[in-house]
């Protein structure tokens, strides 16, 4: 009995059968839910890559701390969308190719454009935030200049923008453009130019689940797509700068 769990451990998901249960929230446009179906970047592209891998998915759209939750009772095998950080990879294995590359920027009203060339400039302010963000520039995390004002999603942080109840926001670059555009919002808000943190997105699979060679045969068959016109396509379809993700490859946990 002992050889039979054993073996079974070592098979593919396809020879054993089993669905792959994925887990994330919204985070447009990398993955997200319009008219009961799911869309984005990193869905398109994991969708993709699982098919030629033989591999079945299941998907379910939940808050990130029900995610955690999921992964953590068993109840799902992988996340969309995750940080690959020292901490997340005590209960996470990461395919070694990252499904998309963020940059964070300061966003703006255009008829309150507050400078920001350097921490010290954002004295006092209100800056709207996500929980979900880990910023990776160590100046902006950890300073005391400002307040953090946390909200429950990217629209509702630019809803207060709109109403001055933030003086700036931080987010993604495409994720900002993308929310704005969904607000009708474009022509009222911009950016400032200053990166104020990169980082990326992955998938990451339950460890302890049997998923070890999906990591390695997923982080190869993405390096593949991204050579092929089909991801060209995707980006666009996105809004997408191609450059930024194409340098997406292989960075070391923070």
Not at 2 to 31: D, K, M, N
Not at 91 to 105: A, D, K, N
Request: glycine share 6%; with cysteine.
């Amino acid at each position: 009995m002992l050889f039979i769990v054993v073996v079974l451990a070592c098979l593919s998901l396809t020879a054993q059968g089993r669905t792959l249960r994925i887990v994330s929230e919204a985070w447009p446009p990398y993955i997200y839910e319009e008219n009961g179906e799911l869309h984005g970047l990193d869905y398109d592209v994991t969708r993709i890559v699982l098919r030629r891998l033989g591999v079945q998915a299941e998907w379910q759209m939940l808050p990130w701390k029900r995610c955690a939750l999921a992964l953590e009772q068993g109840k799902a095998d992988a996340i969309l969308g995750s940080y690959r950080t020292r901490e997340s990879e005590a209960t996470l294995l990461f395919p070694s190719e990252p499904l998309s590359r963020i940059e964070l920027l300061l966003f703006y009203t255009k008829n309150r454009p507050y400078p920001f060339r350097a921490i010290d400039d954002l004295q006092g302010l209100r800056i709207g935030v996500s929980s979900r963000y880990r910023y990776s520039e160590r100046a902006f995390a950890e300073s005391t200049q400002f307040v953090r004002e946390p909200a429950p999603n990217h629209a509702a942080n630019f809803g207060k923008l709109m109403r001055e109840r933030v003086h700036l926001v931080v987010n993604d670059r495409h994720t900002g453009r993308f929310v704005l555009a969904s607000m009708g919002l474009n022509d009222a808000v911009s950016h400032h130019p200053q990166v104020i943190g990169r980082d990326f997105l992955y998938l990451g699979l339950r460890r302890g689940a049997g998923l070890d060679d999906l990591a390695e045969d997923f982080a190869r068959e993405l390096r593949l797509l991204k050579l092929e016109p089909t991801y060209t396509l995707l980006l666009a379809r996105y809004g997408i700068r191609p450059s930024l993700q194409l340098a997406a490859s292989n960075p070391a946990p923070q």
